[in-house]
């Protein structure tokens, strides 16, 4: 067994679309590495695109020097879920990068991010934990994003944003840009609905459609 494994949590699509990348930058990093992909629902091994599939206490059970996952799940609160179990186990989230992904200057980004094919984060930019970003979404600069956040493909982000945490922004998503003195805001757990064109900022908790954008009352 290798010092290190490697494991993607979540065989569904989100998986499976991040397989690639993953193989792509142990590649890239000269990592010659098991990897897996980690699913619950599985009482046995499977194979799964050419990787070995197995439930989590499986994955455990593997001997290891060191584990790295990285959580492929687009539901923010289990993906949280799913990332303090893996601190509690002392398993590294792992970072997955593309290797078409750009990155400017000044950017922090918190473990266990997921960055597909042709996403571009530019200047001064902090982000949280577990975020994702899905192919062909941006950020521009001077933006501040928390933990759990979600982005759909070909989301815009422009500058002087703030997202809280666990937001999830649809495909198609534009979000127009703030001001140094006064950035837009989209508030924790808020979701940004698809081709959604954001102009001001959306309070905590709601659902915004359309363009421009408007909170979509609960019947």
Known sequence: MSNQIYAIYGASGCGRSLMPV???Q?????ISAELYFIDDSLQKQEI???HIALNYQSFKDLVSHQKHVLIAIANSRIREKIANQ???DGIQLWTVQADNTVMMD????GEGAALSPFVTITSNIRIGKCFHANLYSYIEHDCIIGDFVTFAPGVKCNGNIHIDDHVYIGAGAVIKQGTPDKPLVIGKNAVVGMGAVVTKSIPPGVTVVGNPARILEKK
Do not use: C, S, Y
Request: proline share 0%; hydrophobic share 45%.
């Open 26 to 30: 142990l590649q890239r990093l000269g």
């Open 106 to 109: 000044h950017i922090e980004i």
């Open 22 to 24: 993953a193989r792509q």
């Open 86 to 88: 893996l601190d509690i």
């Open 48 to 50: 799964v695109n050419g």
